[in-house]
């Protein structure tokens, strides 16, 4: 006759080993998918987290806080890799609205088309502190909605370009980004040619792709900066003095 105390130790035993074997592996991978947990699709999980070892993100990485903005940097990553494929493209946009909304949507576009990477190489060059990168790229972050402006083939020119002039005397970054493309481009480069023409000389750096048409806005000070720092490259104020 079995002891009816050893029977039902054995059958807990039992019942615990069977749920471990069935939950924990479910566990494990709800906690390794941590923060992406909201996207849902396993591919799209897993697509995002490769991006942590991609050679841009590796890039971007150290100028940006852990956390959303860090995350942020892999779903406009991702979203390149998937901008073939319409139906997982639009998903994965979605997902991140649902968590986030419209301004961190924006901000994993904008790492999707380049421009985020585009800015921190023109950062670079003008800071040479790591810290001033880091700090004007995340204030840039915080600011998208006002600092990167879509332009149309509408907009008023003078209006425009006073706005954005305005932007980057406002903002703790001193800069703003206008893009445009297709029937939009000429108006930008009208916009960029009064930004120009102002005399207090605004920095304006310049990238073309296909039908669009980028443009980075520093301040005045911006110049001074880069010219500064020029001088022991280039070696002409020291000629110039001698």
Partial sequence: MSDPLESASKGFVEGILEWSSEKIPELVRRFRDGELAFVKDRNNIDLVRAQKESAEYKLLSPYVAKGKLSILLQMGLALRQIENDPEKLEDLRQKIYGKFGTTELRIAELVKIGIVTQLLTYLVKIFRNPKDVESRLTSFLNQVDDLALFIKKDDL????????????????????????????????LKILRRIKGNPRNFLIEIQEEGNQITAFVFSPETRERLAHWAVPLTGEEATSKR
Avoid: Q, S, Y
């Fill in 157 to 188: 020119v003078e209006g425009k370009a006073n706005l954005v002039m305005l932007r980057v005397d406002a903002n703790p970054a001193h800069m703003a980004i206008i893009f445009g493309t297709g029937n939009a481009k000429p108006v930008v």
